[in-house]
RNA sequence: CGGGGCGUGGCGCAGCUUGGUAGCGCGCUUGCUUUGGGAGCAAGAAGUCGCAGGUUCAAAUCCUGUCGCCCCGACCA
């Protein structure tokens, strides 16, 4: 592959887009790799283009190296697949919708397991031909709420996604482990630094399930993560160590008259002037009201949920916890209807006889003692005992998570991090088969439900945490496996440079090289030098004011070293460097 | 959907308070000079000022409405 400056369609922009905040869009508009015709909707240039194939290269090479076989679906999709299954409905506004000339209801793909399920169970029907596994490399759908962050987080994205299918939980277990693996050679290739992090299967149904999480300060995940050994795991993942059960003789539960202290800060001084107690936020227990929505039905179930003083209630954990029920703020009116719980000043003493679930944070054992609301206004409780005076109805993982929590598998103090998800695997179990009754013949004659996962990586958003965990000042810095060339020749000078440059490149080109020369005439040293570190190119080489003395310049890209070699030696020396 | 900001040549912006000739930088075209760090000089091309209505002798500027975009929060590869 021989690329020429000066007829590459490619214009390369000296200031940042105004529309682009993260470096990514930013470097990827400026390079000339992408520009943007709507919101989360890009269009490739050449060498974007190039970059994006790359990708895709590597990510198609590993998944048929695992033995998954890639077919390809349409994006555009009749609605009855999507019926079967209520996701018509169930997505949302995140569908994509539209009718096609006899008002038949057509979308456009944000996902495919209706459709591999549907295959599936088309072509085969007995055990003997279990199992298997399927992928696409496609272009996806979305109608995200909020596309962001240029290519990081669009409403069209190219995506892998795969599906295996195994007659039993052990079968699933093994395509699981294989993909795991397949996915860790994928991401190393790539070049990107991630981690591999425990994740709730959420929605989407089923147990084990884990996302590939490229740490980034941009990124839109938390994720914590255990430097002594090794545990990380998506912040609605993690689950809380609790500590031992108390079992020490507490004092008799003491109701306090605490007016004005709405807040728990208020709560805290007002308990310590005039009882003495000495006591921290971490001593209250705080009792949030919520309302949990079961989609698709008009059930709503009031819970309430003790956490200790000092944390509030993270909003997407208490959703991961809750699901696939959908949880609600407990409104003026909802207490309105609830006059047992008195807002502000709820305790879990009455929560029984209301009739109402209960659930805490791990760290309210048994036997623990606690100051939390007595059921009237402008009154609190004291040595509030779990076990004693409330019984818990179970625990949630709802609280917030901070840096220095401890490790849940090893005790030592966790880091608090943000990532960007580029790949997310896990054991679908049947929930798809049961929804299409995809079955296989057994030997007995019987029929096995076929047990399924479900696996994705984000091709296009791949590029886009690439160019954000790798660039500098200056501008990307490609890892060679996916640069849009291995070398960049960069001709400068009124000699004679450009010919030399040229011929260094078809010379580098025959030998195997992708090569991307900078031939264009009457263009000065600075604004060549400036595309170079812009575009990213692992290696360069500058055919320039050395060239009277028979010498070039080679360059690393990303370290930035810098060495002057014999121009004889050109040809060698990057192909030396190129295969390093 | 809640909150904030912005719509002016291809790109980045000023002008708007106090109505009156549409301006700057980059990029682009032509010529000459320049060639190791986004060159210089000269001459050019290119704009329905988001859209609609209103006020006015006159609207980028004031008023009303509307559309769009970006950013921050709830969703996800």
Redesign the pocket.
């Not at 214009?11 to 200031?15: A, F, G, N, S, Y």
């Not at 995200?144 to 962050?149: F, G, I, V």
């Not at 000065?524 to 604004?527: A, E, K, L, R």
């Given at each position: 592959m021989l690329l020429r400056m000066s007829t590459l369609f490619l214009?390369?922009?000296?200031?940042d887009?105004?529309?682009a905040?993260v470096p990514s869009h930013k470097l990827l508009v400026r390079a000339g790799y992408i520009r943007r015709v709507?919101?989360?909707i890009y269009s490739w240039l050449p060498l974007g283009k190039i970059v994006l194939e790359n990708v895709t290269r590597v990510v198609r090479e590993e998944m048929d190296r695992m033995g998954a076989q890639e077919v390809l679906f349409p994006a555009l999709l009749p609605r009855d697949y999507y019926e079967a299954t209520g996701r018509w409905t169930e997505y949302g506004d995140?569908l994509f919708r539209l009718k096609d000339r006899k008002g038949s209801d057509y979308l456009l793909g944000p996902t495919h397991e209706e459709m591999f399920t549907d295959m599936v169970k088309g072509e085969y029907s007995s055990y003997k031909d279990y199992p298997v596994t399927l992928y696409q490399i496609q272009t996806k759908y979305?109608d995200?709420?909020?596309?962001?962050?240029g290519i990081l987080?669009?409403r069209e994205?190219v995506?892998k996604d795969s599906y295996s299918f195994d007659l039993d939980d052990d079968g699933l277990k093994h395509s699981y482990e294989q993909h795991r693996e397949a996915y860790i050679r994928i991401f190393d290739r790539l070049g990107i630094d991630y981690r591999i992090c425990f994740a709730m299967s959420?929605?989407m149904g089923g147990s084990a399930s884990e996302?590939f999480l490229a740490p980034c300060p941009t990124g839109?995940?938390t994720f914590v993560a255990c430097h002594n050994c090794g545990y990380a795991a998506n912040a609605e993942a993690v689950t809380t160590s609790a500590p031992p059960a108390v079992t020490a003789e507490q004092p008799a539960l003491e109701v306090l008259d605490t007016p004005d202290t709405p807040t728990i800060e208020s709560l805290v001084d007002h308990v310590n002037e005039h009882f003495g107690l000495g006591i921290t936020p971490a001593d209250t227990l705080k009792n949030i009201v919520v309302k949990v929505r079961t989609p698709g039905s008009d059930k709503v179930e009031t819970l309430v949920i003790g956490v200790p003083g000092d944390r509030e209630v993270d909003?997407?954990r208490l959703?991961a916890a809750v699901a696939p029920g959908i949880p609600e703020i407990f409104e003026a009116e909802d207490f309105a209807r609830h006059p047992g719980l008195v807002r502000g000043y709820i305790g879990p003493q009455v929560l029984a006889s209301l009739g109402i679930t209960y659930l805490v944070d791990p760290r309210v054992v048994t036997g623990s003692a606690w100051v939390t609301g007595a059921n009237e206004p402008g009154k609190h409780a004291a040595h509030v005992v779990a076990g004693r005076d409330f019984q818990p109805d179970g625990t949630i993982e709802a609280a917030e998570i901070r840096a220095g929590d401890l490790c849940p598998r090893c005790a030592h103090p966790l880091s608090i991090d943000r990532g960007i998800?580029?790949?997310?695997i896990f054991q679908l179990g049947r929930k798809y088969a049961d929804a299409a009754g995809l079955d296989a013949l057994g030997p007995d004659g019987k029929p096995i439900r076929v047990t399924m996962g479900s696996y994705?990586?984000?091709v296009?958003?791949a590029v886009a945490v690439v160019a954000e965990q790798r660039h500098d000042a200056?501008g990307l810095t490609w890892p060679r496996e996916i640069a849009p060339a291995d070398v960049h020749i960069v001709g400068?000078?009124?000699e004679n440079q450009i010919e030399v440059a040229t011929q260094i490149a078809e010379e580098l080109e025959s030998r195997g090289l992708r090569v991307l020369v900078d031939d264009r005439p009457?263009v000065?040293?600075?604004?060549k030098?400036?595309?170079s570190?812009?575009l990213g190119l692992p290696t360069v080489l500058?055919i320039?004011?050395?060239l009277a003395q028979g010498v070039a310049?080679l360059r690393d890209r990303a370290t930035g070293t810098k060495e002057e070699i014999p121009l004889a030696e050109a040809v060698d020396r990057v192909l030396a460097a190129c295969q390093a």
């Open positions: 214009r390369t922009l000296r200031e887009p105004a529309d905040e709507a919101p989360g995140t979305r995200e709420a909020r596309p962001r962050a987080r669009g994205f995506m959420g929605a996302e839109e995940d909003f997407k959703e998800e580029i790949g997310h994705g990586v984000g296009s958003r200056l400068t000078g009124k009457g000065s040293p600075g604004v030098f400036k595309d570190e812009l500058i320039g004011r050395g310049e």
